[in-house]
């Protein structure tokens, strides 16, 4: 059983850039794979990025390649997103996931453990 909280959103400005964290708590020892989902208003919810269990493998949807990195600190329990270069169509609330032992997905339905979820919002 795995407890997902996230921090670290907010507002920014264009251009600007972000870091969004979720720290997870319980049985992590088990958990594999984490994944950052968002989900603007009146859309559907979509993958941004996803890491291994121990960080060597990391997949971008192609609307956030090469601006966005997600990371993580095994020892802290913590994985980040840093946003950069953020744009207005990134405003959306950003959700943190983990699965069970098992490599990444960027299917939302893999995903056993969610976040609440974090308010990121880029003015024009």
């Known amino acids: 059983q795995v407890q997902l909280v996230e921090s670290g959103g907010g507002l920014v400005q264009a251009g600007g850039s972000l870091r969004v964290s979720c720290a997870a708590s319980?049985?992590?020892?088990?958990?594999?794979?984490t994944a950052w989902f968002r989900q603007a208003p009146g859309k559907e919810r979509e993958f941004v990025a996803a890491i291994s269990r121990y960080g060597g493998t990391t997949n971008y949807a192609d609307s956030v390649k090469g601006r966005f990195t997600v990371s993580r600190d095994n020892s802290e329990n913590t994985v980040y997103l840093q946003m950069n270069r953020l744009k207005p169509e990134d405003t959306a609330v950003y959700y943190c996931?983990?699965?069970?032992?098992?490599?990444?997905?960027?299917?939302?339905?893999?995903?056993?453990?969610w976040g609440q979820g974090t308010q990121v919002t880029v003015s024009s």
């Open positions: 996931a983990m699965r069970g032992p098992y490599g990444l997905t960027s299917l939302a339905s893999r995903y056993d453990y």
């Open positions: 319980g049985s992590t020892f088990s958990s594999g794979a």
